[in-house]
Every structure is written in structure tokens, then in C-alpha cells.
């Protein structure tokens, strides 16, 4: 056992990271409520209990300003895109009431559950399109490549009324957000990444024109035509960053736990079998796996005050990171937290999708999405197995937990 404390060993950019992060954040929650990263400069915190406070209470912990705060960019980048730009600007994400509140409502009232639910067949379909083509595809296979990636993107182009063909391109465009936002990045990438997101605000901006001028069934349409009724009196960019944010929010974020999801799955045979069998509660199984499998591992908040969490003070004007898949796991809470482990009475109680004023738009479209990927592909492909000693790596973000690939032998 190491003799150095969490914080010392947390440095994302050692290439045992992300093997290893799970076993540094139980030593973090173990330690102290709160834990001042250096590496970061940021108080992580990693129990259920404070991170569902923290999330829960967002004029002391605010969104706006979290991200950026340490953020140096570069002239070059700035002059281009800035973080005063729509994307950043009219964020959901990145800001606090009463602007969240005006953004965030007319999301929620054109994304409702019948929305979701009118996906499904489509949803299927593409799953099992993408398994036919596995099928047809040889003995082995990249599941990321050939069913995680495909499958959310789809899903979200079908959610937003934009064509399927401009899904890799918007994808590209929109990774840009999370470049753009992380520190000490090169000038030519960040140069790169504004121009990405350059052409994301404008490929929106055309798509709302488009939408006005012929509406259809598409989420964008719903927000525009919304205005054009009164409902909402979004402006262009406001809609435009609106319309962005559930693009970039809703594809990653489900491409990464499916992946993590089946990988976990693929680890336990008897679990794979029980699927196809039919033995399996799946509505607990998906709660159990987006607790044990998230792929948001953490997001943050500013402090607006001098404040403490669990008892720990946090200076005014501290960033703080707020680790969902940290709390996933806190034995205060979770029997044998490590372990996938279906049935699991309190599974739901995972943070996953956040809680409080952020909570996520788009539970219920990926638990749709991660439900009929895992049985579909369990039932389809019941031999299914890891290429026994591949390697699978993750990218090394401390705020992400998403394979690099999945390689799996079909047969
Ligand atoms: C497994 C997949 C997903 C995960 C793990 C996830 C996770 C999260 C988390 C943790 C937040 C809270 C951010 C915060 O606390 O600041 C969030 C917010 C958000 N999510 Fe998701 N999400 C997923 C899927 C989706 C989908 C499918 C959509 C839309 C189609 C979506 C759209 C959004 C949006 C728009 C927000 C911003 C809400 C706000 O700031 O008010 N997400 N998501």
C-alpha cells in the first residue's frame, strides 16, 4: 500500500491513472469528505452524501464561470472562438439560474417522455442493423466502433432532425467543447478546436432557418416553432447553444457507458447468460450498470462563498469537482460498491445523471438506448467474449471513463 495520501498519487496524465482510479477515489473517500487535488487545482468531492449536497445547492456551488476559471486560451483560439462565444456562453451547462432556468425550460417542455418513447422503434431498429452487420462482418469485432459509437449518434441526429450522414462531422465539431476546456492544451489544437466549434454554432444556426422555413418532427423544430408560437422567446444564439449542448450532452456521454456497460457485462459471463436466458431483472440491471459503469466520472462548481463541505471549509471563488462516479461507489451507501451486482435494491439512487438544478435532460432516452443494446446484443451473440488478453484502454481524462476500443471475438 502506498504511503502517499490520494491527492498526491491523483495525476491524471500517469499512465496508470485510469487503471487505478477507482481504488484512488475509495482511499479519497476514505480520507476526508473533500480532497484538494494539486494536479487539478480543484477540492474533489467523492462521498454520496456531499456530492448529492453539493449538486443539490446551487447558489453556493455555482455552475457559472466552473469550467473557465483556470482556463488560459490562447489569442489565436480566443480570436476565433471565445468562451464569452454562444456554445459557452448560453450553456445550460455552464450557468446558473435565472439564464439556466430560460434556457433549460423550453428543453425540458419540447424533449418529453413521448418524445423518447417514439424513438424506441427506431432506436431498435438501428440496433439491430448495426448486429446484422456485425454478423456479417467476420468472427471478431471493435463493439465500439461497429455498436456504441453508431448507435447514440443515430439516436441523437433522429432526436434532432438533422440527417444521419452529418453525424461524424458534428461529432468531430463537437469533441471541440471538451477540448477547448481543457487546460495547457497546444495553440495549433486549440486554434483546431475553435474553429470546430465555429462551424458547429453556424451548421445550427442554418438548421433553425431550415427548421422555420419547414418544420418536421425533430427536436430543433419542436424549440422553433415553440418560439414562433410564443412559448419561448429564445434568441438565435441562445437556441443555437440549447440545441448544441443536447448534441455534444447526449451522444458522448451514452456512447462511453454502453461501452462500459458491455465491457463490465463481458466480464461476467453469468450475467451475459442470464440476459439471454431471460433470468435478468433488466430495469435493475441498467440502474446497477449506469451506477457501476457511468461515464461522467465528474463535472464542476464554483464556490460563490466562503463555505465548508462535510465539515471541510472551501475557500470563495475554489473550483470544486464533483465526481458522480466517486459517490457511484461509496460503501456508506452501496453493499460491495466494486462489484456489478444485479439484483441491488438501492441501484437507482446512483448520481449518474447528476440531481438538482442540472439534472440531466436525457435519462430516460439512454436508458432506452443502454437497454436494448445490452439485451439485444446478449440475446444475438450469446457466445460473445473479450479477445481473451486484450488490452482495454481508456482515454486518460480524469473527468471521462470511455474505452479507446472494445475488441470482442463473436464466436
Ligand atoms: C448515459 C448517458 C448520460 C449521462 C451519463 C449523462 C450525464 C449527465 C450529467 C451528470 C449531467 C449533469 C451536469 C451537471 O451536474 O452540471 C447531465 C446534464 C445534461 N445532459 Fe446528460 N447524460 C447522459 C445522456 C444524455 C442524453 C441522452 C441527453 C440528451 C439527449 C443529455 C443531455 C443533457 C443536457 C442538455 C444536460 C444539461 C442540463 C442542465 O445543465 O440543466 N444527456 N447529463
Redesign the pocket.
Given at each position: 500500500m502506498s504511503q502517499l495520501t490520494a491527492a498526491e498519487q491523483f495525476d491524471p496524465h500517469n499512465p496508470q491513472f485510469t487503471s487505478d482510479r477507482f481504488a484512488l477515489m475509495a482511499q479519497m473517500r476514505a480520507e476526508s469528505p473533500v480532497t484538494f487535488l494539486p494536479a487539478l487545482h480543484v477540492y474533489a468531492v467523492t462521498r454520496w452524501q456531499e456530492v448529492h449536497d453539493v449538486?443539490g445547492d446551487a447558489v453556493t456551488f455555482a455552475?457559472s464561470e466552473a469550467f473557465s476559471a483556470g482556463l488560459h486560451l490562447a489569442p489565436e483560439a480566443s480570436a476565433i472562438y471565445s468562451l464569452t462565444s454562444p456554445l459557452f456562453a448560453y450553456?445550460?451547462?455552464?450557468?446558473d439560474k435565472p439564464l439556466?432556468n430560460r434556457?433549460?425550460d423550453p428543453?425540458m417542455a419540447a424533449?418529453t417522455p413521448k418524445r423518447t418513447q417514439s424513438l424506441a422503434p427506431t432506436v431498435i431498429a438501428d440496433i439491430e442493423a448495426l448486429l446484422d452487420a456485425i454478423a456479417e462482418s467476420g468472427s471478431q469485432t471493435d463493439l465500439l466502433l461497429s455498436l456504441c459509437r453508431p448507435l447514440?449518434l443515430q439516436?441523437?441526429c433522429r432526436?434532432l432532425g438533422v440527417p444521419l450522414s452529418d453525424a461524424e462531422k458534428l461529432s468531430g465539431w463537437s469533441d471541440a467543447l471538451i477540448a477547448f476546456q481543457t487546460p495547457g492544451l497546444p495553440v495549433e489544437v486549440q486554434v483546431s478546436a475553435a474553429h470546430g466549434l465555429r462551424e458547429l454554432e453556424n451548421y445550427m444556426r442554418d438548421k433553425i432557418a431550415q427548421k422555420a422555413a419547414a418544420p418536421d418532427e425533430g427536436l430543433i423544430s419542436a424549440l422553433v416553432s415553440g418560439r414562433a408560437a410564443g412559448e419561448n422567446d429564445l434568441s438565435d444564439d441562445e437556441l443555437v447553444a440549447?440545441i448544441a449542448?443536447?448534441f455534444f450532452?447526449?451522444?458522448e456521454?451514452?456512447i462511453?457507458?454502453?461501452a462500459n456497460a458491455l465491457h463490465s457485462l463481458l466480464e461476467r459471463r453469468e450475467y451475459w447468460e442470464a440476459i439471454e436466458s431471460g433470468a435478468m431483472d433488466i430495469d435493475n440491471l441498467v440502474d446497477e450498470l449506469?451506477r457501476h459503469d457511468?461515464?461522467?466520472m465528474g463535472?464542476?462548481?464554483r464556490a460563490t462563498v466562503d463555505t465548508e463541505i462535510g465539515g471541510v471549509g472551501i475557500p470563495k471563488g475554489a473550483t470544486v469537482w464533483?465526481s458522480?462516479g466517486a459517490a457511484n461507489r461509496d460503501p456508506a451507501l452501496f453493499d460491495e460498491p466494486e462489484k456489478l451486482q444485479c439484483p441491488r435494491g438501492n441501484a437507482r439512487q446512483n448520481?449518474?445523471?447528476?440531481?438538482?438544478?442540472?439534472?440531466?435532460?436525457?435519462?430516460l432516452?439512454?436508458?432506452l438506448?443502454?437497454c436494448e443494446a445490452v439485451t439485444r446484443v446478449a440475446k444475438r451473440f450469446p457466445a460473445m467474449r473479450l479477445v481473451p488478453n486484450a488490452i482495454i484502454p481508456e482515454i486518460p481524462h480524469h473527468g471521462l471513463r470511455a474505452p479507446i476500443s472494445l475488441p470482442v471475438l463473436l464466436k
Amino acid at each position: 500500500m502506498s504511503q502517499l495520501t490520494a491527492a498526491e498519487q491523483f495525476d491524471p496524465h500517469n499512465p496508470q491513472f485510469t487503471s487505478d482510479r477507482f481504488a484512488l477515489m475509495a482511499q479519497m473517500r476514505a480520507e476526508s469528505p473533500v480532497t484538494f487535488l494539486p494536479a487539478l487545482h480543484v477540492y474533489a468531492v467523492t462521498r454520496w452524501q456531499e456530492v448529492h449536497d453539493v449538486l443539490g445547492d446551487a447558489v453556493t456551488f455555482a455552475s457559472s464561470e466552473a469550467f473557465s476559471a483556470g482556463l488560459h486560451l490562447a489569442p489565436e483560439a480566443s480570436a476565433i472562438y471565445s468562451l464569452t462565444s454562444p456554445l459557452f456562453a448560453y450553456n445550460p451547462i455552464n450557468v446558473d439560474k435565472p439564464l439556466h432556468n430560460r434556457l433549460r425550460d423550453p428543453l425540458m417542455a419540447a424533449f418529453t417522455p413521448k418524445r423518447t418513447q417514439s424513438l424506441a422503434p427506431t432506436v431498435i431498429a438501428d440496433i439491430e442493423a448495426l448486429l446484422d452487420a456485425i454478423a456479417e462482418s467476420g468472427s471478431q469485432t471493435d463493439l465500439l466502433l461497429s455498436l456504441c459509437r453508431p448507435l447514440p449518434l443515430q439516436t441523437i441526429c433522429r432526436l434532432l432532425g438533422v440527417p444521419l450522414s452529418d453525424a461524424e462531422k458534428l461529432s468531430g465539431w463537437s469533441d471541440a467543447l471538451i477540448a477547448f476546456q481543457t487546460p495547457g492544451l497546444p495553440v495549433e489544437v486549440q486554434v483546431s478546436a475553435a474553429h470546430g466549434l465555429r462551424e458547429l454554432e453556424n451548421y445550427m444556426r442554418d438548421k433553425i432557418a431550415q427548421k422555420a422555413a419547414a418544420p418536421d418532427e425533430g427536436l430543433i423544430s419542436a424549440l422553433v416553432s415553440g418560439r414562433a408560437a410564443g412559448e419561448n422567446d429564445l434568441s438565435d444564439d441562445e437556441l443555437v447553444a440549447d440545441i448544441a449542448v443536447v448534441f455534444f450532452a447526449g451522444h458522448e456521454t451514452t456512447i462511453n457507458t454502453i461501452a462500459n456497460a458491455l465491457h463490465s457485462l463481458l466480464e461476467r459471463r453469468e450475467y451475459w447468460e442470464a440476459i439471454e436466458s431471460g433470468a435478468m431483472d433488466i430495469d435493475n440491471l441498467v440502474d446497477e450498470l449506469l451506477r457501476h459503469d457511468t461515464s461522467v466520472m465528474g463535472l464542476y462548481r464554483r464556490a460563490t462563498v466562503d463555505t465548508e463541505i462535510g465539515g471541510v471549509g472551501i475557500p470563495k471563488g475554489a473550483t470544486v469537482w464533483v465526481s458522480y462516479g466517486a459517490a457511484n461507489r461509496d460503501p456508506a451507501l452501496f453493499d460491495e460498491p466494486e462489484k456489478l451486482q444485479c439484483p441491488r435494491g438501492n441501484a437507482r439512487q446512483n448520481l449518474t445523471f447528476g440531481y438538482g438544478a442540472h439534472y440531466c435532460v436525457g435519462p430516460l432516452l439512454a436508458r432506452l438506448q443502454l437497454c436494448e443494446a445490452v439485451t439485444r446484443v446478449a440475446k444475438r451473440f450469446p457466445a460473445m467474449r473479450l479477445v481473451p488478453n486484450a488490452i482495454i484502454p481508456e482515454i486518460p481524462h480524469h473527468g471521462l471513463r470511455a474505452p479507446i476500443s472494445l475488441p470482442v471475438l463473436l464466436k
